[in-house]
T-cell receptor
Framework: DQQVKQNSPSLSVQEGRISILNCDYT??????FLWYKKYPAEGPTFLIS?????DKNEDGRFTVFLNKSAKHLSLHIVPSQPGDSAVYFC?????????????FGKGTKLSVKP | GAVVSQHPSRVICKSGTSVKIECRSL??????MFWYRQFPKQSLMLMAT?????????EQGVEKDKFLINHASLTLSTLTVTSAHPEDSSFYIC??????????FGPGTRLTVL
């Protein structure tokens, strides 16, 4: 049973517009959430994270929103750039990710078209 | 920054041989290092968690005698795939954290067993 779900395997957005990547989770014990960006044949790159005590965290063009009651989080990228094209993974953990129990979604492939 | 390197980036070996993959944190001391495996179009699956100077903790279903992990220092962990078989062919990624909740990933190692 998947505890972290990214239901959209792919997303295509025009350059300059907003990209919204969604992630749902089932485990109410998760208290820390992260987004990673991954290019083919490379390791994931950390983008942004959010603790369950917050509902929003912003870093430049990236904003993560957390809706605990809906067990849903989203990553907003605005404005989207062609260099943002990659696979984005949502990850969640309980008791902090330092425990190693990062549970990843299957990823969403974002394509930003010029 | 938080840079994690892996070596080699790509390895091809014959069935029955052993392969060692190194993971190094270059600019920080990692309290914990993690080993993941990713199959094509699948999510990252945690294999094991290792702390310097102690035995690794393996996830359910991961054979500890097959995937030997040594964490000799705060900046180096190694994964040895023993008696490799074609089904062990995969993308292996390590990560490390430095006492925070965020894991920083290496670039990955593509293992192909003939």
């Amino acid at each position: 049973d998947q505890q972290v779900k990214q239901n959209s395997p792919s997303l295509s957005v025009q350059e300059g517009r907003i990209s919204i990547l969604n992630c749902d989770y089932t485990n109410s014990m998760f208290d820390y959430f992260l987004w990673y960006k991954k290019y083919p044949a490379e390791g994931p790159t950390f983008l942004i994270s959010i603790s369950s005590i917050k509902d929003k965290n912003e870093d430049g063009r990236f904003t993560v929103f957390l809706n605990k009651s809906a067990k849903h989080l989203s990553l907003h990228i605005v404005p989207s750039q062609p260099g943002d094209s990659a696979v984005y993974f949502c990850a969640a953990s309980a008791r902090g990710g330092s425990q190693g129990n990062l549970i990843f979604g299957k990823g969403t492939k974002l394509s930003v078209k010029p | 920054g938080a840079v994690v390197s892996q070596h080699p980036s790509r390895v091809i070996c014959k069935s029955g041989t052993s392969v060692k993959i190194e993971c190094r944190s270059l600019d920080f001391q990692a309290t914990t290092m993690f080993w993941y495996r990713q199959f094509p179009k699948q999510s990252l699956m945690l294999m094991a968690t290792s702390n310097e100077g102690s035995k690794a903790t393996y996830e359910q279903g991961v054979e500890k005698d097959k995937f030997l992990i040594n964490h000799a220092s705060l900046t180096l962990s190694t994964l040895t795939v023993t008696s490799a078989h074609p089904e062990d062919s995969s993308f292996y990624i390590c990560s490390a954290n430095r006492g925070t909740d965020t894991q920083y990933f290496g670039p990955g190692t593509r293992l192909t067993v003939l």
